[in-house]
């Protein structure tokens, strides 16, 4: 039997496509693995700026309450975490295996990640119009660093539901590509949970100082 | 395209093993790497301790000693320790939870790329002339005005390397909990796997920390960052933190599969079970979280405080326990055993004392004030050769000739085994333990010459004689694997006799899909078991002769590292060099375009079908019968 | 002659004490011989940590050599299938439970030692008239060498260290390029010089230098800082506190009266522009601030040094092979070499002659 | 990649699934109105601080605001990512081992890289 054209009807779609076969399990539990990982890196970034956080030369100017803009953060949040539940709904029309909802939703999440990165980008290119650039400081440096992995996260997440959406869109659902939607989904609310962190960490106790 | 055994000529030979995904054959190739850099970092060893053979000795100069020491450290540590540990992995884990293959073949084949070419990359910088320079520890002070390219070739040889590992990490992780046979519960695996798992899980929360490190090394170097630029609000003691959040992880990543070998090889030889295995099991885990508590015992002097010195001193000490923990079980394993003392055997037992010897002075350096005297003194240069040499060199030693037949089909010469083990047992300890005396009278490391009349150059000298007395050693080891390879004298499956995991219970080497039928567990210690139960064969089926499935293999790992490889010398020449910057985005284009088709292809992998099983086997029960 | 005298007096003691001294290495250098406090203090625990980890090593050498004896194939026949334990509650309670008390003691004694070792919360105490009670000298680590400043007494020094007998010294340690670590091996454990901050610790000196091979304690930098980091070495005179005194005196005096050996030497030292960064004069501080000549070392007592640069012997001929060529002795210092054409033999042998002369101790 | 077992739902049982999906999908919902409600308290409350219009002290802000992150980290784990249904022991496993040393690096740079 083979994974790629044995066709499914919503009665014999497995309930949990996404582990269905070995490799599907692999996948699963390789991607989790990951994302702990993961756990690590973005603590590390944190810590960073944590410790290094209005620290620059002598006499710089640009520190946390002067700098950041909690309007267009709150935007960017209610973005993100929109496009946690568009994604959820796309989990659970792949489970109905009902493959053009799924499509539809993941599109709407990738248009919601986009505008979160537009929203982004905008903000960075602010600041650097601003003369607060990575080499400006150490904290301008561990700043951009993290929220950039973040973004990078994003960017990365975007090509990688694109291609997929752009890949799949003739084929239909099967155990193979199954299990690829679904760590997608496990990686985009990943980023959501760090982004959680971000905005409280880093631009919620900024303001607060 | 499955058929085994195909007469091939030597580019389709090179070609086969580049693209192959094949555990096995991955295995061979990391043990092969890693032999290289082991050379090599033997080598630069010797002239270390040349150098030092004499007070004010010319042999090379002030620079050429700190590149040699740093490219000492790194390139045992990352480029031929922890590989060839990696090759015994890929090897035998698989087989010894009877596996067909690791979870994730294509990104094993990345791992072991990203590996060797990083570590290649960080190699060249001998050709360039500009040599990492900074100590393996490469803290930041020293590491930001070191001039020349020499620390970005370390930064960026070690991120590539250091992604492959840690894509060989998860893979062994997945590999062990998914891909057990049936029976097999978690409280069977042979020790070896435990370690392998533990030390892999370490891999997975270790590795990244350093990733952030190396990227923050890179840009402070090459892209204006200032995180550990004083003068910019940036700290170098962030750098070290990080380094050792990762570092000291490291050491035990290394030391646990190291203590898995030995428990294989001990339950082996003295034909026991091994004596307290939930116990060693407890242990081993246990070592591995505590791992991450106690990284400040490697910055006792940096001034963080009595209450984070007390803190990490107590920690650090707590790791005492469950090690002695393995100790004391490995010795009644012997106990009460049948004890044979083959060549593997001959390692396990020069561990023990060294070993011990190597920990207990760890402990010493885990009291605070006390390290004030020790730190950065030679006493630190004997304690982790003790623990590294004669732990982790030796295990490794010993593994190469126990799994060599099941490797490669063929016996290492057993009695130049054991002369091997006598240079290098003798020369480990005439090198290294004179060296916790210079330590205690005030040498300190990482020096390149001493002045006469402080009374350290006897010492010295004894030191340098024990490394050549190594040195001759694995020599005899390389010309063991030599003379073994062109008589190739073929043995069966379990050329020891007493063969107790899964791995002795199929033909040496295994056929690619290793088990032709998936086999059942009922016990801790399958292939004994069975055996003591009446079943010659050591084996015992759980399903049919079936088809079997495999992964083709693929070029496009090899050509996603290359990618990096070259982006790497493009980010750094990118200023001095107007073909720097193009460079940069070809090579990472390269690796973008060797991942989209990765991605877009479907890859299922293929069937072996039934017949063909059958035959293989014939064929290889034949070839045991002449 | 003095010292010979000594020499040949003490020979026979000497040679009988060579034996067990040369395992604990030389009194100017070894841990194994602490002459204060700190260095005592680390000792004993070394020694209590010696007692622990020598029983350890025998106990399991023992167990493993009567195992290897009595449970050999070639004695139990080839055929031998040895019970199959699966371990021992027992023996396993055993040695978990021995080795956490071995730990749970060493530990005491170490947070103990770490709280006592790390205690400088009288380091700026000050008695009624408001002067410091303490002696307490700022090191400041360059790249290979050192800098020392006694900031209450307005003098700075270099490369060799003075200090007081019997009494707390306490250090303020930094490093003005990249990291070092301040490290005296017979006199008690090292400490980093960060670039970033201040570190502080004290330590007690207890035996006078002068009765030392060289009459110095040997410092070394014990942190990897470049090239020449294995020769960034400085001494150590201990004085008792009478004469320690009259060293400051005569080191403050150093401002007014300048010992000039060779007018000529010091000529050219000014004009090679040597004085440039180097000050003759051990005052050149007011309040803290570093008033001239401070990129290289501060020169006014160099007449009385043990070494050039910290670790050649100190005689004419090294100082000028020092000053020719700088970096063939101490590859990536920070000093010029200066050749002959530009300081001729003639000049050298005076700046040589100056220089010798810089002396603020009687001799 | 060999194995896949094909079992065929019932009508009964695929109603069954149907209805269990929709339900979990309301939870879900929910779960999402009440992290856009958490997050807005949680920009509100630092809003106001900054404003200093309710007279938080900021010792109040600042747990309540790690407080409201942490709650709805887990809420991401738990709903969005499935992390309560069976098979996902190992995954828990990893990202607890990962919290808790992803907590200790912070905490380490925080109190003993001061200067
Ligand atoms: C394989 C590698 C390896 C291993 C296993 C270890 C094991 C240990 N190490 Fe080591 N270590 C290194 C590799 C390793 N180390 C390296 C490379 C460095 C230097 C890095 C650099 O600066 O370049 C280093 C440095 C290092 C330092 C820093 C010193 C300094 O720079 O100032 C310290 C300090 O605490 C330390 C401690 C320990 C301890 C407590 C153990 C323990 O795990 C040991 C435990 C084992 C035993 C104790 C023996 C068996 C136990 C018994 C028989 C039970 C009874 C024992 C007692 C009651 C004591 N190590
Ligand atoms: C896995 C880790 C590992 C291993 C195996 C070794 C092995 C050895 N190490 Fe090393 N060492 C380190 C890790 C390791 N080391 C680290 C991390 C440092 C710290 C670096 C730093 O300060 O930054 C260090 C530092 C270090 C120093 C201190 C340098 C200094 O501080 O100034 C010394 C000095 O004696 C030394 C010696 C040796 C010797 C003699 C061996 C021997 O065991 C080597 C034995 C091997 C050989 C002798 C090779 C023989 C090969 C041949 C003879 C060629 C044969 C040719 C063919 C077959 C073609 N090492
Ligand atoms: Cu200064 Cu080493
Ligand atoms: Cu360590």
Known sequence: MDVLNHKFTPETWPEHPERATLEAKNKFVGFWLFLGGETILFATLFATYLALRNSGPDGFEHTTQSLYDLKLVLVMTLLLLTSSLTSVYAVYHMRNFNFKKMQIWMSITALLGTGFLMVEVYEFVHYVGLGFTFGSSAFASAFFTLVGTHGLHVAVGLVWITLLIWRNAKRGLNLYNATKYYTFSLYWHFIDVVWVFIFTVVYLMGVIG | MSSVAQKKGFGAAVWDWMTTVDHKKIGILYLLGGAFFFVLGGIEALFIRWQLLTPQNDFVTAGMFNDLITMHGTTMIFLAAMPILFGFMNAIVPLQIGARDVAFPFINSLGFWMFMLGGIFLNLSWLFGEVPDAGWTSYASLSLVSPGHGIDFYALGLQIAGAGTLMAGINFLVTIINMRAPGMTYMRMPLFTWTTFIASAMILFAFPPLTVGLFFLTFDRMFGGQFFNHLMGGNTIIWEHIFWIFGHPEVYILILPAFGIFSEIFSTFARKRLFGYPSMVFATVLIGFLGFMVWAHHMFTVGLGPTANAIFAVATMAIAVPTGVKIFNWLLTMWGGSIKVTTPMLYALGFIPSFVMGGVTGVMQGSAPLDYQLHDSYFIVAHFHYVIVGGVVLAILAGTHYWWPKMFGTMLNETLGKITFVFFFIGFHMTFLIQHWLGFWGMPRRVWTYMPNQGWDLANMISTIGAISMGIGVIILVFNAIMATIKNERVGNDPWGDGRTLEWAIPSPPPFYNFPQTPLVRGLDSVWLEKMDGNESGFLPAEPVKDIHMPYGSILPFIMTLGLFIAGFGAMFRLEHAWGLPVLVGGLVVTFFAMAARSVRDDLGFYVTKEEVLQTEKEIAQRGHN | MKKGLKKWRLFSLLTVLAIFLAGCGQEEISTLMPAGQVGRDQFNLLMIAAAIMLSVIFVVVTIYTIALVKFRRSKLGEDHIPEQTEGSHFLEMVWTVIPIILVLIFAVVTVYYTYKLGDVSAMGATDEEGNPENLVVDVTAKLYWWEFEYKDLGIITAQELVVPTDEKVYFNLIAADVKHSFWIPAVGGKLDTNVENVNKFYLVFEKESKDLRDGVFYGKCAELCGPSHALMDFKVKSLPRAEFDEWVVAMQNTADEKPVANQKGEEVFVQSGCIGCHATDATAVQGGVKQSGTQGPNLATFGDRNRVAGFMPHDAENLEDWIRDTQKNKPGNKMPSYGEDQISNDEMDALVEYLMGLKVEEK | ?115
């Open chain 4, 1 to 115: 990649m060999a194995e896949i077992q094909v079992t065929k739902r019932t009508p009964a049982q695929q109603q069954l699934n149907r209805k269990r999906g929709k339900e979990g999908m309301r939870n879900q919902i929910m779960m999402f109105s009440l992290m856009i409600f958490l997050t807005l308290c949680s920009f509100g409350m630092v809003v106001a601080y900054q404003n200093d219009v309710l007279g938080m002290s900021g010792y109040f802000v600042l747990p309540m605001v790690l407080l409201i992150a942490a709650v709805l980290v887990g809420l991401q784990f738990y709903y969005f990512m499935h992390m309560a249904e069976e098979e996902h022991g190992i995954p828990q496993f990893f990202m607890y081992t990962g919290m808790i040393l992803g907590g200790l690096v912070p905490l380490a740079m925080l109190t003993i890289v001061w200067w």
